[in-house]
């Protein structure tokens, strides 16, 4: 626990240490080499070059330049435009969205009838020769299907019928 304490305490007075030290501005040169190269640095390489040695004078931080009138009322308007094209391009995704949910709900209204015509075309019951019987379905080669086969291809259909989102 001690130990940690103390650790801790140089942390914080190295911290403190570092940030009330004094800020002295690097001074930083530039040279060219023999060979057409430009240099930086904080002293030149070859202090025989000291004469066409150049001080380079830092900038601390960058002032952006005042605009005129002209040059903020050109802007404003600039901004002005960006904002109405970002409006524009806006609406016209939502009104894309609208149409595509619009054509989905179509498809699906399409469907559904085409569900509910072959659910009831398939669940009817008919008379022939004073029998009950269903419309029969006939399968890949032309035979008919059973009764049975064709209540579960019903079923598969009302099942298919809810899944769509039909009502």
């Not at 004078?57 to 960006?82: F, G, N, V």
């Not at 619009?102 to 398939?122: F, H, N, P, S, W």
């Not at 399968?139 to 298919?160: I, R, W």
Request: one cysteine or more; aromatic letters at 8%; charged letters at 30%.
């Amino acid at each position: 626990m001690r130990r940690g304490l103390v650790s801790y305490v140089a942390i914080v007075l190295a911290a403190c240490a570092t940030l009330l030290a004094p800020i002295v501005p690097a001074e930083v040169y530039r040279w060219t080499d023999e060979e057409g190269n430009v240099h930086f640095g904080d002293k030149p390489k070859d202090p025989e070059l000291m004469e066409q040695v150049n001080k380079v004078d830092i900038i601390e931080s960058y002032q952006p330049t005042q605009r005129t009138p002209q040059e903020q009322s050109a802007y404003k308007r600039q901004q002005d435009a960006l904002r109405r094209s970002r409006q524009v391009y806006a609406e016209e995704d939502r009104s894309a969205r609208e149409e595509a949910r619009a054509k989905q709900r179509e498809m699906r209204a399409v469907r559904c009838g085409e569900l509910k015509a072959d659910i009831a075309k398939l669940s009817e019951l008919h008379l022939e020769s004073g029998v009950r019987t269903y419309y029969y379905l006939a399968d890949e080669e032309g035979q008919s299907v059973t009764s049975q086969q064709q209540k579960a291809y019903v079923a598969e259909l009302k099942e298919e019928y809810a899944k769509t989102g039909c009502r």
